[in-house]
Structure formats: C-alpha cells, structure tokens
C-alpha cells in the first residue's frame, strides 16, 4: 500500500502498519483503499520519469565548457523522458 497516498488523502493518520492506518490516539482509520490506489497511480510517472532522466551532471558538463550543443542534447533527452512519461 502507498503510505504517502494515505496520508495525502486521510490527514487525521499518524501511523501506518501494514495496510492499518491509525490517528493520534491509536485508534484504527478506515480508508477508501481504491482512492489510495488511484493517488498512487496518478503519481505513478514521477518514479519512471526520474529513473529515465539523464544525469543533471551532463547539463552541468555543457554549461561549464560552453558546449550549447551538449546542452541542448540534455534538455532534449529530458523533454523526451517526459513525452513518454506524460502527467497522470
């Protein structure tokens, strides 16, 4: 389960076991779990997108040495990486 969509989506939780979430007092919340699933597929292309991005030590390569053409190779990757990977 994605702790981060159940706490996004259920502000009175404070902890998470497994797939039980709690509030402060200890007492159980119940949560819609396919609205927690739904959040976490929204932010599915954020993991994807940052394991495809090139390494931003390659942008930082080209502006130090001037090369506008290895710059402009790193933001095209980039806006590639997100093409494939668009917004949920």
Do not use: W
Request: with cysteine.
């Amino acid at each position: 389960m994605n702790h981060e969509a159940i706490y996004k989506l259920n502000p009175t939780v404070v902890t998470i076991r497994g797939d039980d979430a709690f509030d402060a007092e200890g007492n159980p919340v119940i949560y819609d779990k396919a609205a927690v699933q739904a959040y976490a597929d929204s932010k599915a292309y954020i993991a994807k997108r940052q394991a495809e991005y090139p390494s931003f030590i390659d942008y930082l390569d080209g502006v130090v040495k001037g090369d506008q053409a290895q710059i402009a190779k790193y933001i095209a990757d980039c806006q590639a990486v997100k093409a494939k990977y668009p917004k949920g």
